[in-house]
């Protein structure tokens, strides 16, 4: 049996028993501490916290989601710290980035449309009395049966009040987007949790590139979504990169937005169909670099894949790109915590 450390969590002021063969994200959520997370592989950063005191390890070395700087000033990415003795650990509240109480509530299917052969759109909602405020780019967690759960990035802007758009990949023996893709029908009854993360849209005069890996688009649409119904005058740069075109599964509409919109812009790029007049061929985050050789006057936001990330942030910075005007989201399957 793995020996076990004690981890008091700030400003929570919660202690938990937290086994060495477990990261401590994992023995939060066991225990009911929702704290922020979201691609649980080390690469995104959204559950950085700080550490007072304790030794922690990683089991495949220092995560690419902690900068040298990070790890220095005493950061640790707590879905892969793994405790060596007792802890204690300062990880804010997501609510303290979202302004909003972290809920969980019945959700009900209201639509299942399919926008590709393995994607679908879901809409749920929770009980009005019970409405989630979230911000653009957050998401909500599918709680399954066995302790496990899924995350999904709320796909509308948030005015939307108690009724949510996911957008669901198809993951073979996924435990629920197959489920969702088979017997799962609207009426259907899920528990969600949230809101949750710390990759939020932030107003200001700056202008923005979004890049969408995938289904990297649901968060960045959340964010076009308000950043549109704002008031005019900030430039807006979509680059949304799949595949094949079929990825690009709300194509259509993004045109739509760009035609009724000025200050949007949109480049859709493929990178394995040769390229129709409309778009283009190669990397997503290579068609950014190729646009703009000085990226410094940009806002950032990107969702993706763990390699359209990595990429983003090895190549951006050395392109003008400032740390604290760049945010990601990775989009790795989820494990079972």
């Given at each position: 049996m793995a020996a076990k450390h004690t981890v008091r969590i700030i400003p929570h002021e919660r202690s938990i028993s937290v086994p060495e063969d477990l990261p401590v994200l994992a023995a939060a959520q066991l225990a009911g501490l929702p704290l922020p997370h979201s691609c649980r592989s080390g690469r995104c950063g959204s559950c950085r916290a700080r550490l007072l005191r304790g030794r922690v390890e990683y089991a495949a070395g220092p995560p690419p989601g902690l900068t040298a700087q990070e790890c220095d000033?005493?950061?640790?990415?707590?879905?892969?710290?793994?405790?060596?003795?007792?802890?204690?650990?300062?990880?804010?509240?997501?609510?303290?980035?979202?302004?909003?109480?972290?809920?969980?509530?019945?959700?009900?299917?209201?639509?299942?449309?399919?926008?590709?052969?393995?994607?679908?759109?879901?809409?749920?909602?929770?009980?009005?009395?019970?409405?989630?405020?979230?911000?653009?780019?957050?998401?909500?967690?599918v709680l399954l049966a066995g302790g496990q759960r899924r995350s999904y990035s709320v796909a509308n802007a948030p005015q939307a009040g108690s009724q949510f758009e996911l957008h669901v990949q198809r993951v073979p023996g996924g435990l629920f987007s197959e489920a969702l893709f088979g017997g799962l029908r609207e009426g259907s009854l899920l528990k969600v949790e949230g809101p949750l993360g710390r990759f939020i849209y932030r107003e200001g005069?700056?202008?923005?590139?979004?890049?969408?890996?995938?289904?990297?688009?649901?968060?960045?649409?959340?964010?076009?979504?308000?950043?549109?119904?704002?008031?005019?005058?900030?430039?807006?740069?979509?680059?949304?990169?799949?595949?094949?075109?079929?990825?690009?599964?709300?194509?259509?509409?993004?045109?739509?937005?760009?035609?009724?919109?000025?200050?949007?812009?949109?480049?859709?790029?493929?990178?394995?169909?040769?390229?129709?007049?409309?778009?283009?061929?190669?990397?997503?985050?290579?068609?950014?670099?190729?646009?703009?050789?000085?990226?410094?006057?940009?806002?950032?936001?990107?969702?993706?894949?763990?390699?359209?990330?990595?990429?983003?942030?090895?190549?951006?910075?050395?392109?003008?790109?400032?740390?604290?005007?760049?945010?990601?989201d990775s989009f790795d399957y989820a494990a079972a915590p």
């Open positions: 000033a005493g950061y640790v990415l707590l879905c892969q710290a793994l405790a060596r003795s007792d802890l204690l650990i300062e990880a804010h509240a997501v609510q303290s980035v979202a302004e909003a109480q972290i809920k969980t509530l019945p959700a009900r299917i209201v639509r299942r449309v399919p926008l590709a052969a393995d994607v679908m759109q879901l809409i749920v909602r929770v009980p009005a009395v019970e409405a989630l405020e979230f911000q653009a780019g957050q998401y909500l967690d005069p700056e202008p923005v590139i979004f890049v969408a890996g995938g289904t990297g688009f649901a968060p960045i649409k959340a964010m076009l979504g308000q950043a549109l119904a704002a008031a005019p005058g900030r430039a807006l740069r979509l680059y949304w990169g799949a595949r094949r075109r079929e990825g690009l599964y709300e194509e259509a509409l993004v045109r739509e937005w760009a035609g009724r919109h000025a200050r949007l812009s949109v480049h859709l790029v493929l990178s394995e169909e040769t390229a129709a007049v409309a778009h283009r061929h190669g990397q997503v985050h290579e068609a950014v670099l190729a646009d703009h050789p000085d990226l410094s006057p940009f806002v950032i936001y990107a969702a993706g894949p763990p390699a359209m990330i990595a990429a983003i942030a090895r190549d951006f910075p050395g392109r003008g790109a400032q740390a604290q005007c760049l945010f990601l």
